[in-house]
């Protein structure tokens, strides 16, 4: 089809699609819904649990001990204002990130937002472009890459007639596309995000905080049914006795402000990143991050600024040099190609539309060349120097080897075709170009480097220029390269190769797959940077994809980190307030785990006994709130940036269990020596609950070194704050006062049980081979 014949629909019929309601609007913010922050915030399973729970003691008139619902209510609270507060900086940054097309209208070419998209609307669809809504080709050609769709990374050649599917992206040449589908009826309609598709969520915190949820949750009914049919039936206890015995046991057991922590830590760290121009798609990919051991750069735009400048143009061939580059300048002008190395040549030389080709071959990272074809004059072809030449002079050599990149511009007779292997050509042009490196990045790399991160440089380029680019970068193992274009059947080759090399050329999408698969194979975590189509199939399988904002709309759409100042600098500012969350998440879980490791035992030791648990509500919320809750969120925002060691949950459990049987031996000592010292039982739930009190606030205080200001400030508050309460309230307590001698006991069982506290630590430290 004459491209002049495709208008494009007028802005009268626009208006009447958009009232038919024939509009794409489809396009959800990344972050979550307000009535998602609300739902997820007060229907969780923990809250459900407290609730009942209250209910239960407001039945039998037990209003003192429903204090507990005020934190719960304050937990619900802060989170919801924590994760509004981040959803509007969220929803700022990423309307910047809203996908922009290309389309016809009025005979003119506009650039929209795609959810202005109407039906029938004429789509002009480039390299590196999503195509957005399910269309039909009507002029030119592309190579489409269906793989987020169907899994296969082989580019898919589109020319007219042919079918293209939203949520696909365009690998290479040009084309106008006629809209036949929006919204809903788009063929990635059905999917909860477009490009995301198939990316499954990783998240060691979440999923640690599921398995908790479901042992306290198969435990906590059953439990609480035997702890009060034991009391009202077999102790014969009254009514109300029953249910605030069985009560506590089962709050005990419930971690209740662990999730509301973790959920306001991740949310503060989107916040903070995203004040520095960091878009967080994905608030799990800051924990994920934090954990990357390996990271994959692309070297184009990641490691360079992607703005090409031609150096050096020299004749290779005594072709008429003048008729040569006015085909040349007619090859620029009709070009599809909209990459940086074809938009510096086109700064470079002059562009004419004297000569209109017969046949385009738009350029591939796949074949690595792009060619056209004149009726009169043959076909010129611009790509690699290894693609077009068998042996570059020894001056371009130089030139690679200095970092710079070499393209040929080279001639043949023949017509040719994307399909079939590429025939003898004579070079004829070099062209040198030069990228310049982004600032900071030798800084950036020596920070990966001293945290014992493995950096791997993988790109299309020579390999001789990229590990010139990685020298002047600053990588320290610039020199281990390799060329992927000379290794065959290099997928079952990868697992050794990325063991031995460090940088990697002319490495084609699916090879940089291989390379991330075979990382991950080997028990790595792997995060990889990009900027074009020729990036996705491997940021897709990454475990932490991040893009530059510079980088085409289908990778910025489908990386989980998208850098919206594209610089590479800033990479250790989302690794450090990933490591923030993760380590300060691991030191208060461990405060939380104590209380809920003894309830349940204890709990479950009475239940066998047939005894009451020792203490109701009211003074279990004292320690939620004093010992747990005010030092934790005081202490939540603290600057931990130390290597992670270790897994969230066996590490919490590790620190956590010796703790819990210091509590426990206090427990057995006051309940065993009761009759022996002649102590009558209110004196003894006393002693338990100050021996348990004085074990909380000791592994509080151990968490807190090294001892800051604020963790200092925190400390003395909670001790100080806790014995006022008792002083104040004891009464609402049901505390009674000790005798010297019960003071004198009481201070002796705790020491034994810290004593036992460090024992067991040791023999879990000598089993783990991790003594300190």
Same mark, same amino acid.
Request: hydrophobic fraction near 45%; charge should be negative; glycine fraction near 4%.
């Given at each position: 089809?004459?491209?002049?014949q495709?208008k494009?629909?007028t802005?009268?019929e626009?208006?009447?699609?958009?009232?038919?309601?024939e509009?794409?609007?489809?396009?959800k913010?990344?972050s979550?819904?307000y009535?998602?922050?609300?739902?997820?915030?007060?229907?969780t399973l923990? +809250?459900?649990?407290?609730? &009942?729970?209250a209910?239960?003691l407001?039945?039998? *008139?037990?209003?003192s001990n429903? =204090?507990?619902? #005020?934190?719960?209510?304050a937990?619900?609270c802060?989170?919801?204002?924590?994760?509004i507060?981040?959803?509007?900086?969220?929803?700022?940054?990423s309307?910047?990130m809203i996908?922009?097309v290309k389309v016809?209208?009025d005979?003119?070419q506009v650039t929209?937002?795609?959810?202005?998209i109407?039906?029938?609307d004429?789509?002009?669809?480039?390299a590196?472009?999503?195509?957005?809504?399910?269309s039909?080709?009507?002029?030119?050609?592309?190579?489409?890459?269906?793989s987020?769709?169907t899994?296969e990374?082989?580019?898919?050649?589109? +020319?007219?007639?042919?079918d &293209?599917?939203?949520g696909?992206?365009?690998?290479? *040449?040009?084309c106008?596309a006629? =809209?036949?589908? #929006?919204?809903?009826d788009n063929?990635?309609?059905?999917?909860?995000n477009?490009?995301?598709?198939a990316?499954?969520?990783?998240?060691e915190?979440?999923?640690?905080?599921?398995k908790?949820?479901?042992?306290t949750?198969?435990?906590?009914v059953?439990?609480?049914i035997?702890?009060?049919?034991e009391?009202?039936f077999?102790r014969?206890?009254?009514?109300?006795q029953?249910v605030?015995?069985?009560?506590?046991?089962?709050?005990?057991?419930l971690?209740?402000?662990?999730?509301?922590?973790?959920?306001?830590?991740?949310?503060a760290g989107?916040t903070?990143?995203?004040k520095?121009?960091?878009l967080?798609?994905d608030?799990y990919?800051?924990?994920?991050?934090?954990?990357?051991?390996t990271?994959c750069?692309?070297?184009?735009g990641?490691i360079t600024n992607g703005?090409?400048?031609v150096?050096k143009v020299?004749?290779?061939?005594?072709l008429?040099s003048?008729?040569?580059?006015?085909?040349?300048?007619?090859?620029?002008?009709y070009?599809?190609?909209?990459n940086a190395?074809?938009q510096?040549?086109?700064?470079?030389?002059?562009?004419n539309?004297?000569?209109?080709?017969?046949q385009?071959?738009?350029f591939?990272?796949?074949?690595?060349?792009?060619?056209m074809?004149?009726?009169d004059?043959?076909s010129?072809?611009?790509?690699a120097?290894?693609?077009?030449m068998?042996?570059?002079?020894a001056?371009?050599?130089?030139q690679?080897?200095?970092?710079?990149?070499?393209?040929?511009?080279a001639?043949?007779?023949?017509?040719l075709d994307?399909?079939?292997?590429?025939?003898?050509?004579?070079?004829?042009?070099?062209?040198v170009l030069?990228?310049?490196?982004?600032?900071?990045?030798?800084k950036?790399?020596?920070?990966?480097d001293s945290q014992?991160?493995?950096v791997?440089v993988i790109?299309g380029?020579?390999v001789?220029?990229?590990?010139?680019?990685?020298?002047?970068?600053?990588?320290?193992?610039?020199d281990?390269?390799i060329d992927?274009?000379?290794?065959?059947?290099?997928e079952?080759?990868m697992?050794?190769?990325?063991?031995q090399?460090?940088?990697?050329?002319?490495v084609?999408?699916?090879q940089?797959?291989w390379?991330v698969?075979?990382?991950?194979?080997?028990?790595?975590?792997?995060?990889m940077?990009?900027d074009?189509?020729?990036?996705?199939l491997?940021?897709k399988e990454?475990?932490?994809s991040?893009a530059?904002?510079?980088?085409?709309?289908?990778?910025?759409?489908?990386?989980?980190?998208?850098?919206?100042?594209?610089?590479?600098s800033?990479?250790?500012?989302?690794?450090?307030e990933?490591?923030r969350?993760v380590?300060n998440l691991t030191?208060?879980?461990?405060?939380?785990?104590?209380?809920?490791i003894?309830?349940i035992?204890?709990?479950?030791?009475c239940?066998?006994?047939?005894?009451p648990?020792?203490?109701i509500?009211?003074q279990?919320?004292?320690?939620d709130f004093a010992?747990?809750a005010?030092p934790?969120?005081?202490?939540?925002?603290?600057?931990?940036?130390?290597?992670?060691?270790?897994?969230?949950l066996?590490?919490?459990?590790?620190?956590?269990?010796p703790h819990?049987?210091?509590?426990l031996?206090?427990?057995l000592?006051?309940?065993?020596?009761?009759?022996?010292?002649?102590?009558p039982?209110?004196?003894?739930v006393?002693?338990?609950?100050?021996a348990?009190?004085c074990?909380s606030?000791?592994?509080v205080?151990v968490?807190s070194?090294?001892?800051?200001?604020?963790?200092?400030?925190?400390?003395?508050?909670?001790?100080?704050g806790?014995?006022?309460?008792?002083?104040?309230?004891?009464?609402?307590?049901?505390?009674?006062m000790?005798?010297?001698?019960?003071?004198?006991?009481?201070i002796i069982i705790?020491?034994i049980g810290l004593?036992?506290?460090?024992?067991?630590?040791h023999?879990?430290?000598?089993?783990?081979?991790?003594?300190?």
């Amino acid at each position: 089809m004459d491209q002049n014949q495709i208008k494009g629909l007028t802005h009268g019929e626009v208006l009447q699609r958009q009232q038919r309601g024939e509009v794409n609007r489809q396009q959800k913010t990344i972050s979550k819904s307000y009535s998602q922050i609300f739902r997820e915030n007060i229907c969780t399973l923990f +809250n459900l649990l407290n609730v &009942l729970i209250a209910i239960a003691l407001a039945l039998v *008139g037990a209003w003192s001990n429903l =204090v507990f619902i #005020v934190i719960i209510i304050a937990n619900v609270c802060i989170g919801i204002i924590q994760e509004i507060h981040a959803k509007k900086l969220v929803d700022e940054l990423s309307l910047l990130m809203i996908p922009h097309v290309k389309v016809l209208r009025d005979q003119q070419q506009v650039t929209i937002h795609v959810d202005e998209i109407v039906m029938d609307d004429i789509m002009i669809l480039e390299a590196g472009d999503q195509i957005c809504c399910d269309s039909v080709v009507i002029d030119g050609e592309i190579e489409a890459n269906e793989s987020l769709l169907t899994g296969e990374s082989d580019p898919i050649h589109k +020319n007219q007639e042919s079918d &293209l599917l939203s949520g696909s992206s365009v690998i290479s *040449g040009k084309c106008h596309a006629k =809209v036949i589908h #929006v919204g809903e009826d788009n063929y990635t309609s059905r999917l909860t995000n477009e490009v995301k598709k198939a990316k499954e969520l990783q998240s060691e915190l979440l999923n640690s905080m599921r398995k908790v949820t479901k042992v306290t949750s198969f435990m906590i009914v059953p439990l609480g049914i035997i702890l009060f049919l034991e009391a009202y039936f077999l102790r014969q206890d009254a009514l109300s006795q029953a249910v605030i015995s069985s009560s506590a046991g089962l709050l005990g057991m419930l971690p209740k402000g662990l999730v509301l922590l973790m959920s306001v830590s991740l949310a503060a760290g989107v916040t903070k990143l995203a004040k520095q121009k960091i878009l967080i798609q994905d608030i799990y990919s800051l924990e994920t991050l934090a954990h990357v051991d390996t990271l994959c750069l692309d070297k184009t735009g990641t490691i360079t600024n992607g703005k090409m400048k031609v150096e050096k143009v020299e004749f290779l061939s005594s072709l008429s040099s003048e008729t040569f580059t006015e085909y040349f300048g007619s090859y620029l002008h009709y070009s599809d190609d909209n990459n940086a190395t074809y938009q510096a040549i086109c700064d470079h030389f002059t562009l004419n539309e004297k000569h209109v080709p017969s046949q385009k071959v738009a350029f591939s990272s796949q074949r690595k060349w792009s060619a056209m074809t004149f009726d009169d004059y043959g076909s010129i072809v611009m790509g690699a120097p290894e693609r077009l030449m068998k042996n570059l002079p020894a001056s371009l050599m130089q030139q690679i080897e200095d970092g710079k990149r070499v393209i040929i511009i080279a001639y043949t007779q023949n017509k040719l075709d994307a399909k079939a292997p590429l025939p003898e050509v004579t070079p004829v042009l070099a062209i040198v170009l030069t990228d310049m490196i982004r600032k900071d990045v030798e800084k950036t790399l020596q920070y990966f480097d001293s945290q014992g991160v493995d950096v791997k440089v993988i790109s299309g380029d020579h390999v001789l220029a990229v590990s010139k680019i990685a020298q002047m970068a600053g990588l320290k193992n610039y020199d281990k390269y390799i060329d992927l274009s000379e290794v065959q059947n290099s997928e079952s080759q990868m697992d050794e190769l990325v063991n031995q090399y460090s940088v990697f050329g002319r490495v084609t999408p699916q090879q940089k797959k291989w390379l991330v698969e075979a990382l991950k194979r080997q028990g790595h975590t792997v995060a990889m940077t990009g900027d074009g189509v020729n990036d996705m199939l491997a940021l897709k399988e990454a475990d932490c994809s991040i893009a530059i904002a510079e980088g085409s709309e289908a990778v910025k759409q489908l990386s989980q980190i998208v850098l919206l100042n594209s610089e590479f600098s800033c990479l250790p500012e989302v690794v450090l307030e990933g490591r923030r969350v993760v380590n300060n998440l691991t030191r208060v879980a461990s405060v939380f785990f104590i209380k809920t490791i003894y309830s349940i035992i204890l709990t479950i030791a009475c239940a066998i006994c047939n005894i009451p648990f020792p203490f109701i509500p009211i003074q279990i919320t004292l320690i939620d709130f004093a010992i747990e809750a005010w030092p934790s969120f005081l202490t939540l925002l603290e600057p931990q940036t130390q290597k992670i060691k270790g897994q969230f949950l066996p590490t919490v459990l590790k620190n956590t269990f010796p703790h819990a049987c210091g509590v426990l031996l206090c427990f057995l000592l006051v309940y065993t020596g009761r009759p022996l010292f002649h102590i009558p039982m209110e004196q003894s739930v006393t002693m338990m609950y100050l021996a348990l009190a004085c074990m909380s606030m000791q592994a509080v205080i151990v968490s807190s070194f090294p001892m800051t200001k604020l963790r200092l400030f925190v400390c003395v508050t909670m001790v100080l704050g806790f014995i006022l309460a008792i002083l104040l309230f004891h009464q609402l307590l049901h505390i009674t006062m000790l005798t010297y001698s019960q003071i004198i006991l009481t201070i002796i069982i705790t020491c034994i049980g810290l004593l036992f506290k460090e024992v067991v630590r040791h023999i879990i430290a000598f089993k783990t081979k991790d003594v300190k």
